[in-house]
């Protein structure tokens, strides 16, 4: 694993939390559905996983561990969570269920993004530059690998609900970062930017409470974009997304 200062200063903070769990870190190759991302972390009682891309330079695969490790510490703290509502799952057909595990994993991430962001931005040192260059390009690529394909309606306007919920990232990305990908945003996808952007303002991260009433705020909306496009056959994925207080407290 990478011994760093950065890496050393968010595990004593993790430990504040009397979390003594083992920190297991492994290649991102390793998770079929999420080779492409930049970090994933799971957690069991024992231990903790953060799966990292290898793929990247070591400032990022440092800031990336400081990144995973920054979730798990906001969930000590009581920030909110998403969790699958087993009842409600059962509306779904088998074959979608990892759709929905990605979803719950995307979830969580955007709520808690603007703390996390802003604690690696202002209590580490690594090149914060060359890391969000990178989520910048991954987002791009992610957008480039959507056009040419024609969708049913259905299937687009869940894309949609998906994209207004990852642009809210953007907001909370360095100005430069954040005008550089929401102009991309906007130019491709002025519908979904249109609805994240009415979203976004209504929205505060600071305190867990906040956090949580927003996380509420964000699936009203997406459940209410799809009903008013016609397409309420996809809110089950939604609908069966919780929002709790907290998975590990
Ligand atoms: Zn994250």
């Given amino acids: 694993m990478l011994d760093t200062s950065n890496t050393k200063k968010v595990i004593d903070m993790l430990r504040r939390y009397s979390d003594n769990r083992e920190i297991i870190v492994d290649n991102i190759n390793k998770l079929d559905k999420y080779t492409t991302y930049l970090g994933v972390c799971t957690q069991t009682p024992e ?28 969930d000590h703290e009581g920030y909110p969570n998403i969790a699958i509502n087993n009842l409600k799952m059962r509306n779904i057909k088998p074959e979608f269920h990892n759709t929905l595990h990605y979803l719950r994993y995307n ?60 642009g809210l990232d953007y907001f909370s990305y360095p100005t430069q970062y954040k005008d550089k990908i929401i102009k991309i945003f906007k130019e491709q996808y002025p519908g979904p930017h249109k609805s994240c952007l009415s979203l976004y303002k209504k929205l505060e991260f600071t305190t867990p409470n ?19 496009k016609g397409a309420n056959k996809i809110n089950i994925f939604w609908d069966a997304l919780d929002i709790v207080k907290s998975v590990t407290t």
């Fill in 107 to 166: 979830f969580a991430s955007v709520i808690t993004h603007p703390i996390v962001f802003s604690r690696e931005i202002n209590l580490f040192d690594f090149n914060i530059d060359e890391y969000f260059e990178i989520q910048v390009e991954k987002k791009v690529e992610r957008f480039n690998k959507r056009k040419p394909k024609k969708r049913s309606l259905i299937n687009e306007i869940f894309l949609n609900q998906q994209d207004i919920l990852v």
């Fill in 210 to 228: 906040e956090c949580y009433i927003s996380a509420n705020k964000i699936k009203k909306h997406l459940i209410k974009y799809a009903k008013r």
């Fill in 47 to 74: 231990n903790i996983y953060v799966y990292i891309n290898y793929s990247y330079s070591e400032n990022i695969q440092e800031a990336c561990f400081v990144h995973e490790i920054l979730h798990i510490i906001l």
